[in-house]
């Protein structure tokens, strides 16, 4: 980390724009379901332009749900899950680059006979 003389300083970090928005999980129990829904920012360019970022992001979103019902249920039932399609909102815009934020929500049914008791 020594540039010259003086005191060691670390190399200055340029501001990263995707460090101001996290991507949030979101699981409960509601009712008889178990609801969990997915947010994440990111550029509108991304969104409309990029269809293997679209297909990956659903993708992993609908293997993230098969291991909820796992965790939740004890098995993946995938005609009683039901995932809907994604939501984009507007979010805000930074250096004239627009944000969105793409909802991913899915139901997943607790039958409570499928669980094993010790």
């Not at 460090?19 to 969990?36: H, T």
């Not at 994604?86 to 409570?112: A, C, H, M, S, W």
Request: net charge negative; glycine share 6%; aromatic share 10%.
């Amino acid at each position: 980390m020594k540039h010259g003389k003086g005191i060691p300083m670390p190399k200055k970090r340029e501001v990263d724009k995707n460090s101001f928005f996290d991507e949030i999980e979101f699981i409960k129990i509601v009712g008889s379901d178990v609801l969990v829904m997915r947010q994440v920012p990111v550029t509108s360019n991304t969104v409309y332009d990029n269809a293997n970022w679209r297909e990956r992001s659903y993708d992993s979103f609908i293997k993230r749900v098969g291991h909820i019902s796992e965790d939740y249920v004890g098995g993946i039932d995938w005609d009683d899950i039901n995932i809907c399609t994604p939501e984009i909102l507007p979010l805000t815009e930074i250096d004239g680059e627009e944000y969105v934020q793409v909802f991913f929500k899915g139901r997943i049914p607790l039958n409570i006979s499928r669980k094993e008791v010790n």
